[in-house]
């Protein structure tokens, strides 16, 4: 696995606010494609995962997998947003009983946006968004074609125009990295973020 973090595992860097980087589950640390697989029951569990009447996939331990192809859509951001939206409201997030779930759910929105936007500009545009929720981690995942390696712009420029994608990914983020997929050209880019208490 390749990440494109500049920090160690675990270690999200100088955090001014106070903010400190949370290890998920053993679940969650896999790589990417690996947590998706396994949620969707392509990996070994104890018991099968089953369909809701939404078409997600739940798994015995209640984490719930959306895939969402975006390979030759139109409109990909607005289209990954919304797409995202529904998934919070069918998993309890939205409408928020208060400003803290508000500020998450907005949170996974804008990662979503941002991700999605750096395939587009990046990479060809993305192929599939996957998110997996479970009571504490959410997990966003973009699969592209593209070749590049995204990175925060260092150092980062608050004034300037463009380029703050990746900045605000691992500002928001409890983790993100780069899987690269073995004998194929492409990535999936992921990001996973903290539950609303």
Request: glycine fraction near 12%; aromatic fraction near 4%; hydrophobic fraction near 35%.
């Amino acid at each position: 696995m390749s990440t494109t973090r500049p920090y160690p595992p675990g270690d999200r860097g100088h955090e001014p606010s106070g903010a400190s980087g949370v290890s998920a589950s053993s679940e969650e640390d896999a790589p990417a494609g690996a947590a998706m697989a396994s949620a969707t029951g392509a990996a070994a569990s104890s018991a099968p995962p089953s369909r809701t009447d939404s078409g997600a996939v739940e798994t015995p331990r209640g984490r719930q997998v959306r895939r969402l192809g975006l390979e030759g859509a139109s409109g990909v951001v607005p289209l990954a947003r919304d797409f995202t939206r529904q998934a919070l409201y069918d998993w309890g997030w939205l409408p928020a009983a208060g400003a803290d779930q508000r500020a998450a759910a907005e949170d996974v929105l804008l990662v979503v946006s941002e991700l999605v936007t750096n395939a587009c500009l990046h990479a060809e545009g993305p192929d599939e968004l996957a998110l997996a929720c479970d009571n504490k981690v959410i997990r966003l995942e973009v699969t592209d074609r593209g070749t590049g390696q995204p990175a925060p712009r260092t150092p980062h420029r608050a004034g300037r125009p463009g380029g703050h994608g990746m900045f605000i990914v691992q500002r928001l983020c409890l983790d993100w990295g780069v899987v690269r997929a073995q004998g194929r050209p492409g990535k999936t880019v992921w990001a996973e973020l903290g539950a609303p208490a």
